[in-house]
Nanobody, 129 residues
Framework: QVQLVESGGGSVQAGGSLRLSCAAY????????MGWFRQAPGEEREGVAI???????RYADSVKGRFTISQDNAKNTLYLQMNRLKPEDTAMYYC???????????????????????WGQGTQVTVSS
């Protein structure tokens, strides 16, 4: 049974940093495209960053240069290092996975979000000004 468990969210002031983690259970981690998505109240879920099975990465323009996605295949864990946080980064952050390569997730504006089969419960990030 596939399970994704996020941790590391919290409240910080603008300019601060947080590191999110996503522990994956129940599948061969390296065979899955992994991603971070976020959703603010009243907004659609949006892609933040994805990492393909060949380690290709895509970032949302709004986080480029501030956020870094990485993974440790030995630990079956995905990370999102978030630096220079802004109030507009406030959202629930979700880890997601789908079997195989990223495919259209590298090209669609919405990261082909519906193609991601597995989701964590989310971790809240709140950035105050």
């Amino acid at each position: 049974q596939v399970q994704l468990v996020e941790s590391g969210g919290g409240s910080v002031q603008a300019g601060g940093s947080l590191r999110l983690s996503c522990a994956a259970y129940g599948y061969t981690y390296s065979s899955y495209c992994m991603g971070w998505f976020r959703q603010a109240p009243g907004e659609e879920r949006e892609g933040v960053a994805i990492i393909d099975t060949d380690d290709r990465i895509r970032y949302a323009d709004s986080v480029k240069g501030r956020f870094t996605i990485s993974q440790d295949n030995a630990k079956n864990t995905l990370y999102l290092q978030m630096n220079r946080l802004k109030p507009e980064d406030t959202a629930m952050y979700y880890c997601a996975a789908k079997y195989g390569k990223a495919g259209y997730s590298f090209y669609y504006r919405d990261y082909d979000v519906r193609s991601f089969n597995y989701w964590g419960q989310g971790t809240q990030v709140t950035v105050s000004s």
